[in-house]
């Protein structure tokens, strides 16, 4: 028998699996083989004493940084749903031809599709908040031009008051959907805080595979899937 063989089974035999075959006659006539199983007990018997690390209880610091309840931050998304409904009921009347802004059917149509499209957006960012994020630059966008060519429209004479006023609705709207982004962000974003341990030593995030300070990190005894062995 050879040395890798007989340590092959001794390897098995302290895991506690068959043997694949008998390597007491060799070890008996062995002293290179007694060396390596008499080291392999005590790193064994090493392992199996040592207590284990000491872990941080993180219980609190992962509470007080756990994402608000749901029902916090309704109050903005409660207000955001109420101006969709306005922006809808506003599509609506253009696309029904009652509020007749412009007098060109079409031109009414475009308007309205957009409205009506507007306030589906903040439907949908009321009922998924983290869907505001994609919406904001785009809306924007829009708010920030209309405004321009309102303030122009007006100047000129060319829009009255009552008209400006419907553009309120999708203003509003901007910045509740940028406020409900920002709410959802900040309990969503916010990283955990370090954790201190039992020893006073301060730890970012979990300890479990980490080993104590001053204390090296065990070897760990394992038998190779190829049947070779290092000593």
Same mark, same amino acid.
């Given at each position: 028998m050879k040395c890798e063989q007989c340590r092959e089974a001794l390897s098995a035999r302290l895991d506690g699996e068959a043997e694949p075959?008998?390597?007491? !006659?060799? $070890?008996a006539g062995c002293a290179a083989c007694q060396e390596w199983f008499a080291g392999a007990q005590r790193l064994r018997r090493a392992m199996l004493l040592r207590p284990a690390p000491p872990v941080p209880d993180l219980t609190e610091a992962i509470l007080e940084r756990t994402p608000a309840p749901s %029902?916090? !931050?309704? !109050? /903005? =998304?409660? &207000? $955001? &749903? *109420? *101006?969709a409904? !306005?922006? /809808? %009921?506003l599509a609506f009347a253009q696309l029904l031809g009652t509020a007749g802004a412009h007098g060109v059917a079409h031109l009414d149509h475009e308007s309205g599709a957009w409205?009506? &499209?507007v306030g589906i957006g903040l439907l949908a960012a009321v009922a998924r908040p983290k869907t505001a994020a994609g919406q904001l630059p785009l809306l924007t966008g829009f708010v920030g031009v209309l405004l321009v060519l309102s303030a122009g429209d007006l100047a000129a004479g060319q829009v009255t008051l009552s008209r400006l006023a419907t553009h309120l609705l999708v203003v509003l709207g901007l910045a509740l959907l940028y406020a409900v982004h920002r709410h959802h962000h900040r309990d969503r974003g916010t990283p955990l805080p370090a954790a201190t341990a039992d020893d006073g030593a301060t730890t970012g995030g979990s300890t479990v595979d980490t080993p104590a300070a001053g204390r090296p =990190?065990? =070897?760990?005894? =394992?038998r190779q899937a190829h049947g070779r062995h290092a000593a």
């Open positions: 075959v008998s390597p007491d !006659g060799h $070890l %029902g916090e !931050g309704w !109050g /903005l =998304r409660i &207000a $955001l &749903a *109420v *101006v409904i !306005g922006q /809808l %009921g409205n009506l &499209a =990190r065990p =070897r760990v005894f =394992r």
